[in-house]
């Protein structure tokens, strides 16, 4: 809880916090996006769009429930599939589809007495999580409606893991092969293979073979995976990783995103540990984060609504979009010299457990790490990249050209909250 003193001066603040680089009404809103000033944990990605043309455009798949009609999404969206399988599941009459909007994950007390759900699902409104954490890569910059999207130069790919109660594991396998390009049994080649996959969901558990073998793959073909380092429920006692493990979170080629709350120390709710790769800022409930929403408590309501949410769910959206800003601000960067930007140009956060090193490298700092990435005397894309080629195994390709691809050092995250496994059903929650 924060005090007044606080309060005020982080309101003194804001106005000034982020560069009135574009039109949109809720920027001004958006602190997370400007620098990280004192206390104020900003990401520097609204001062990091004055140092890229957007020269090359990239994809970022949301793998998450689904996205719903938005004025300040749609543009900004590929066909993407809805992965998920089980119909009850799905919401949306039948299993997977070519079509991955959000159909609404509310549950009723009815549903629960009468329908195969599992038993630790609870009653809840909609939530449009996946349209939420999008919004925070994708959203329509400069277009006089709602927020600004973290970055100008990606294309969201909409790719549906979880619906009621949340969603399977083989589900989220195989949406992960799918959205680096990998073929997929009787789904159509994606054809716009993803940069980065953005997993803002979880269980508890350790990572499964399988999981890992679809992560590894991807990461072999030049996919970087970002995953949501996890919330704590009501009833977690332990946030540590390393004690209380999370998937994707701990899984190895993941990079994993912790939540900084508004006052720049390792959120109550956030995960952390030495799985950690990065922190970015979540939010808390005085000071969400806006995003893209809808007003609909069932199915949507197709109102355009802005909303403020928190969790590591959206910390890890803040990491996606400043990579896909750093590999659109110039053509040869490779995902590692991305990465390795972001990585030396981090802010160290204060808070006890940080210092311990539980909060992997720390603050990101887009604009620091694109000055840094672009700056002549070090030009990043001119050097001898370090890692070995990638030598892709026989079964995968890639439809287009992507770019090179050593197996990644860092451990990565996930998102998530509670346990993802039930019986007779393995569950994903967003
Ligand atoms: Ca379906
Ligand atoms: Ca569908
Ligand atoms: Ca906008």
């Known amino acids: 809880m924060k005090n007044g003193l606080v309060t005020s001066v982080f309101a003194l603040l804001l106005p000034t916090l982020v560069n009135a680089a574009t039109n949109d009404p809720y920027l001004t809103q958006q602190w997370t996006l400007g620098p990280s000033i004192g206390v104020v944990p900003g990401t520097g990605l609204s001062a990091a769009w004055q140092h890229t043309d957007n020269r090359r455009e990239t994809v970022v798949a949301v793998l998450d429930s689904g996205v719903i009609e938005h004025a300040d999404l749609a543009d900004r969206l590929l066909l993407g599939y809805d992965f998920v399988s089980d119909p009850i599941v799905a919401a949306d009459s039948d299993g997977r589809d070519a079509d991955p909007t959000d159909?609404?994950?509310?549950?009723?007390?009815?549903?629960?007495?009468?329908g195969n759900y599992p038993l630790d699902c609870a009653r809840k409104h909609s939530d449009w999580h996946g349209t939420k954490v999008a919004s925070i890569i994708g959203a329509t910059q400069d277009n006089d409606i709602g927020i600004a999207g973290g970055t100008a130069n990606a294309w969201i790919l909409p790719v549906r893991v979880t619906g009621r109660c949340g969603g399977s594991e083989q589900d989220l396998i195989d949406a992960i092969l799918w959205s680096a390009g990998l073929e997929i049994e009787n789904i159509p080649t994606n054809t716009t293979p993803a940069d980065i996959i953005n997993i803002s969901l979880g269980r508890s558990g350790n990572c499964s073979a399988s999981l890992q073998a679809a992560i590894d793959s991807v990461t072999l073909l030049g996919s970087m995976v970002v995953a949501a380092a996890g919330n704590a429920s009501e009833t977690t006692k332990d946030r540590a990783l390393q004690s209380n493990p999370m998937t994707p979170a701990i899984c190895k080629n993941v990079i994993t995103v912790g939540a900084l709350d508004s006052n720049a120390m390792l959120a109550g709710y956030s995960f952390?540990?030495?799985?950690?790769?990065?922190?970015?800022?979540?939010?808390?409930?005085?000071?969400?984060?806006?995003?893209?929403?809808?007003?609909?408590?069932?199915?949507?309501?197709?109102?355009?609504?802005?909303?403020?949410?928190?969790?590591?769910?959206?910390?890890?959206?803040?990491?996606?979009?400043?990579?896909?800003?750093?590999?659109?601000?110039?053509?040869?960067?490779?995902?590692?010299?991305?990465?390795?930007?972001?990585?030396?140009?981090?802010?160290?956060?204060?808070?006890?457990?940080?210092?311990?090193?539980?909060?992997?490298a720390g603050l990101i700092d887009a604009d620091a790490a694109i000055r840094s990435l672009n700056a002549p005397e070090t030009n990043a894309a001119t050097q001898e990249t370090p890692y070995t080629p990638a030598s892709a195994s026989s079964d995968t390709k890639r439809p287009s050209g992507g770019g090179a691809l050593g197996v990644f050092t860092m451990f990565l995250l996930g998102m998530l909250c509670g346990q993802l496994y039930k019986i007779g059903r393995n569950q994903l929650r967003g």
């Not at 609404?104 to 629960?112: F, I, Q, R, S, Y």
């Not at 799985?275 to 355009?304: C, H, M, N, Y």
């Open 103 to 114: 159909p609404g994950n509310w549950v009723t007390d009815d549903m629960l007495i009468n």
């Open 272 to 360: 952390y540990g030495d799985s950690i790769d990065f922190v970015a800022p979540g939010g808390e409930p005085l000071f969400g984060i806006p995003v893209l929403s809808d007003g609909g408590e069932t199915i949507a309501k197709r109102d355009d609504k802005i909303a403020k949410d928190y969790g590591t769910s959206y910390a890890a959206p803040h990491l996606s979009a400043a990579l896909a800003l750093l590999l659109g601000s110039n053509e040869q960067i490779s995902p590692e010299q991305a990465l390795n930007a972001l990585t030396e140009t981090t802010v160290h956060s204060t808070d006890f457990l940080c210092q311990l090193e539980q909060c992997g």
